[in-house]
């Protein structure tokens, strides 16, 4: 096993090895936050991007190009000239001699690892499902969904002119959390003010949108006046809602929920996520969906120069989950870069006890779009508020726009929506990839666009 | 067999019915030409978007996104009533009947018959070549190409710090066109001005880009003085090129020259295309790379309701073929909706000798961009002049946004130019589609990467 000493860019041998696996919001903040220090930073990626997580439903749904909110993670990281990139994956751990096994082949050392890869989609070991219902993490997986949702429009037009009919255009969402809603509102307002002019045969404006959510209401994490707010908002889309709901089979085709069975020329999924499997590959304590245990210094238990970062940790906080999004993802990381400049700067050993009471999660608040001019929004700071409609929107929009990384991306996604909302412009409806047409299936009367390149979203990233 | 009767507006059963296969410059042309005419038009293309061709290979090598350079068809011809759009594709013909089969199964009936169906790569018999070089005509071709001299330089990165070398990043071009040249510069410029500053163990700016030309010299259609000024400005950039070169093989990691053996991380395919299949399929007689022989009117021989536009017709002019580019499409386009109009205004069966003295192309001129600040321009109009440098440069930039359709396309890319050109930003160099690292391919010491899902070239473009 080849050892490689990544990094040296200078007193060799005396520096602190960091290595950080997974560009992410966390690993990003992470690695910025080391940038200025005398250590030697390895970031690891499987991808050559960070994509902004919380705008891939617009590329998705055809406002935003792949490249308006992803960034390569080189260009982020160009000028810290003690941080090294490296596109791999880690395969194997061993965490007594404090080395990684990359699927490269290369080995790489630590003094101090900080895990942050993430979660992926979960389809509660109904894995055959991941074809039929793709769900939303990556730039591959929006591109995939917006060929779906532009494809069933396309061949429901060309089945109008065969046969003078086509099955309903019923877009099915699994999952009423904050991906299931925009995209539900997303895909609602494309059908009705851009697709409608540009058909013949078809009504693009009598596409129907289902959000099937298991629990008791949409937006669980949100409180109960913006649950129904945003309800309120849907339903002015003309989207439906069915709470309640657990999905028993998806087919080409269709959704059974219990004996019920529902039609649907898309199905998409935001029901699940799952961890990375890297926590339980590590040996570490997990939870049930895969996040590790980690104590108030985001250690994994007995290994303090180890931090597990983002939606991988499992951080408890006030008797409840920090939950997996973007904001929690950057402060630990931003955390966890401070952790390892005291820790250094004291020399490895010292606990740091005294200088770092602990992470702690502060909650600015969380938002959700309703389609092209309405928001939830669950204010904590500056000040505390309930805001939904309009202003919530607005406020969403300022808030996306300020924390893309990269001006070039700012502008660029700031001159998208003023296109795309304020001139109804057409956004960027590109069907790439497959544009097979001939897989109609036609099973009981409801035919459904088949992917004849389907998206492989088996594997869950890892790193 | 459904006929379908397609298109009707108005005026049931006594408007002529226009078919046109193909939505690119042509066809799109065509179209538009016919808008506001008393007539119905169909326009059938297997894409949902037509692509400005010209500045494809921006997007290969990462300046601009895919949505900049295309745009959906039905946006373009969504304020003509008489026109519908249909994503299909030509599967059988009657010609008699006139009458067309599409894939989907429905059958269009047509009065007039524009086919403009255009080029695709040809590898003279090496089809087995498609995937080891694949060429420039589409979208998908541009991503698939920007992944794989992105990820060679990822992978040098890796095999650096691995084994502390790597073998030379040397790109390999076969054919030395205008798409050979253009994708040279850029490549070079991508290694030398964006790269630079990204890695750590290996120096992008020492890559080494290669033309293969068969011919005694590059730019065949250009005047020599032009020839001998591309191939300065080249040698500028650092790129080499050799003519008189016939590739006798193509492999994993390098291509043969005789009996020489030339090492490629990453071979690029802009050597040879061959026309549409249609033209055969149809039964006319076409010219060796299958370009179907019309008449002045652009009609193949006892068809006067069916017309050949693009690459996909041979047009002979002064002695010489009209060249298979943007331009004379165009043309062909716009003279094919002026003479259906005349053809119609009169009845069908009128010849219209004396209204329409046949299809000329008038030549305003050629360009060739050369790398980040150069290009050849042979200017026929509005003065006869050989540009070359920075002024035939910005010539061809400003002709280039004028013809890209749609405003904010315009906008978009004048935008993204400015930013890469002026502010040496990033572009957009993301990575998508299968980021497979573990394919190096180690043959006699020269390591190349090998797409683990490589995109199906196989079968040319018919509509």
Known sequence: MAVVRHGRTGNEGFRKRVVILGGGFAGIHAAMGLGKLPLDVTMVDRKNHHTFQPLLYQVALAVLSPADIAQPIRSILRNQPNTEVLMDEAMEFNLDRREIQLKSGAVLEYDYLVVATGSTHSYFGKNEWSKLAPGLKTLEDATEIRRRVLLAFELAERQMLETGSHPPLQFVIIGGGPTGVELAGAISDIAKLYMAKDFRHINPSEAQVLILEGSPSILAAYPPDLQKKAAEQLAGLGVKIRTGAHVSDVQPGYVMVGEERIDAVVTLWAAGVQASPLGKLMGFETDRKGCVMVDKHLNPEGHPEIFICGDLAHVEQDGKQVPGVAQPAMQMGDFVAKRIARLTAKGLGTDGSGIDRGFRYFDKGDMATIG?????????????????????????????????????????????????????????????????????????????????????LGSPKSN
């Open 372 to 456: 092209r001019k309405a928001a939830v929004a669950k204010i904590e700071w500056p000040f505390k508020a309930h805001w939904s409609g309009f202003p919530a929107w607005m406020t969403w929009l300022v808030v996306h726009i300020f924390f893309l990384i990269g001006f070039r991306n700012r502008f660029s996604v700031f001159r998208q929506w003023a296109f795309t909302y304020l001139f109804f412009n057409d956004g960027v409806r590109l069907i790439t990839g497959s544009q097979e047409l001939s897989g109609w299936v036609t099973k009981e009367g409801v035919a459904a666009p088949v992917t004849a390149a389907p998206l492989d």
